[in-house]
Each structure stands twice: as structure tokens, then as C-alpha cells.
């Protein structure tokens, strides 16, 4: 079951009062966004994006049920498009706050059969959105057609992923056997290339790859660079940008955007990021590593 992560401090945070309109960017399977629209009851709306066209379809047949098809509008889009999404949403304007869930939705671990996870043997797909469309980027084209350098690199770069040079080595060398298709075969390769003690820590010796691959194929990093100035652009003044990430370079990116505009155009409401309290991590282990940062736009 979807359980959203930090919802009482996103609630603290983002504020919501009667009749406000909100931007849940994730918004996933809309744990968030129902907490919003308790909130902000009865007229209040909630413009709702999401990139996998599968979980859109879950939500839009949820509303229907829950009655609530006036008030949340949903979009099968990616964030890094936000601009042009609330261009085409006039009728929804101001905003009272926007709301980025960076982590991957329990739906996508543990249902969506794209390889997501170590823990199950699935195709290497790690798309968000998985479309038809032969040309496009998944985990399992970069492990059989990219430079062993180009995989070390993106190892490095997106998990500093100690091992990288070794794991690539032991892709470029199965692959000239066989293609790297699934995400057990990739988990061997990984445990091959590393040493006993590495697959014996607390962290899955696979977590740092798996990782890596998921943000190359969806160009995480980059898409939440390009689209914080935008947040803050279509925010009302007094508006709130909350952002919830997994990992230090997420949590890198958000805080030096809002050190960058601190006191000339927001106040940050966060000094340091939330963390999940001891009780929600004992529910929801899954939530251990958020970090939630907060601003409000002067």
C-alpha cells in the first residue's frame, strides 16, 4: 500500500487554506494530494503531474469514485514541462504552492515489472513513462551499448559508486557473451565485480547501480535544474516550494537553488532538511532516506 512520505510536515509546510490552488508535480498515486484537498475544501483545486501514463490511469479512475473531478486536475506530463502545463491550466491560477515528491512511488517497485528493483527479476527498463517508441533510453541500452567509460562515469557521478570501474569492466565482458537484459543478471554482474565485505553491509550491494541507471534514463538531475526556476516563476508571491528528496545530489540541487535566491527571492523555511520521524520509518522504511526542504516567494 501507498503511504505518502512526510505527510504531516509537507501539510505543516505547504499550508493549505479554504479555496487555495496547489501543483503536486509527482503526483504519484496522490497521497499528497488528497491530504491537499482536505485542506483546502471546498472550492480549492489541485493541478496534479504525472509522467507514467499507467499510474495516471489508476488516478483518474480513483477520482471518479472519490467525487472529486472538479477539483483535482490531472496531467500525463513530465515536471521539466511545468511552464507550459500551467500555461495551458489559465483557469487554475494563482498557486498557493507547489509540491515535488522526487522518490519512487511504491507502485513503481513493486508492480510496474520495469526493473525498478533489485529484488525482483524484471526486464531493465527503468522508465518512468514507458512508451513504445523504439529509440527511447532504458537501463538495459545503456548496459550493452554505451562505452564501459560512459557507465563508469554515470556510476560515479549519479551513486559514487566506489566499485564503478570494476563493475563496468564485468558488463563490457559478459556482454560481449550474451546482452544484459535483466535486472538479476545486472545484480550478478555486480556482485562478481565487488569485493565479499561490499555484499555484506547494510546498503544492497546493487542500491548505487540501480540507481545510476534510473537517473540516466530519466534524466532526473538535469530535469530538476531546469524546472525550479519555473516553480518559482509560476508560484503567487507567498507561495510555498516544497521539495522531497531520496538522495544527497537531489538534496544538493534544491538547496543550492534556494541559497542561490535566498532573500532576494524567497525566504527559506528549512534551515536544515526534515527528516521522517522514528515512528513514520517504523511504518514506512521506505521513507528513511527523505529529506524535505521548504521556502516560501517573497
Known sequence: MHQPVLLKEVIEYLNPKSNENFIDSTVGEMGHSMAILEKNKPEGKVLGIEWDSEIIKKDKARILISNLQKRIILVNDSFVNLKKIVAEKRNLKPFSGILFDLGLSSWHLEKSGRGFTFLKNEPLDMRYNKRKSAGELTAEKILNDWSPLEIENILKKYAQERFAKRIS??????????????????????????????????????????????????????????????????????????????????????????????????????????????????????????????????
Open 169 to 298: 569492466q564485468e558488463i563490457e565482458r559478459v556482454r560481449r557473451k550474451r546482452r544484459i537484459k535483466t535486472t538479476f543478471q545486472l545484480v550478478e554482474i555486480i556482485k562478481k565485480a565487488t569485493p565479499s565485505w561490499y555484499h555484506k553491509r547494510k546498503i544492497h550491494l546493487a542500491t548505487k547501480t540501480f540507481q545510476s541507471l534510473r537517473i540516466a534514463v530519466n534524466n532526473e538531475l538535469d530535469n530538476l535544474e531546469k524546472v525550479l526556476p519555473d516553480a518559482l516563476e509560476v508560484l503567487s508571491a507567498g507561495g510555498r516550494l516544497l521539495v522531497i528528496s531520496f538522495h544527497s545530489l537531489e538534496d544538493r540541487i534544491v538547496k543550492n537553488f534556494f541559497r542561490k535566491n535566498s532573500g532576494s527571492k524567497i525566504k527559506i523555511l528549512t534551515r536544515k532538511p526534515i527528516r521522517p520521524s522514528f515512528e513514520e520509518i517504523k511504518i514506512n522504511p521506505r521513507s528513511r532516506s527523505a529529506m524535505l526542504r521548504a521556502a516560501i516567494k517573497l
